[in-house]
């Protein structure tokens, strides 16, 4: 009985993780904006000013079109 309830729970939090997964909860973006939506246009990490200008910089030098 206790192996059935244990079964049944990893069903359910697969279920959900699946779930989230396809409405694009679950995860980050990658290349396309539109299947995740707002989470694209939300920077995951935060600069500086002064590592702004640094990154800036180097992408000017390596020659990167913004």
């Not at 279920?15 to 990658?30: D, F, K, N, Q, W």
Request: charged letters at 20%; proline letters at 3%; one cysteine or more.
């Amino acid at each position: 009985m206790a192996d059935l309830v244990v079964i049944s729970v990893l069903v359910v939090v697969v279920a959900l993780i699946v779930r989230g997964m396809r409405r694009g909860t679950v995860g980050g973006c990658e290349g396309n904006c539109g299947s995740c939506g707002q989470s694209c246009s939300t920077p995951r990490i935060k600069l500086t000013p002064e590592q702004e200008a640094r990154l800036a910089e180097i992408d000017k030098r390596s020659g990167v079109q913004q």
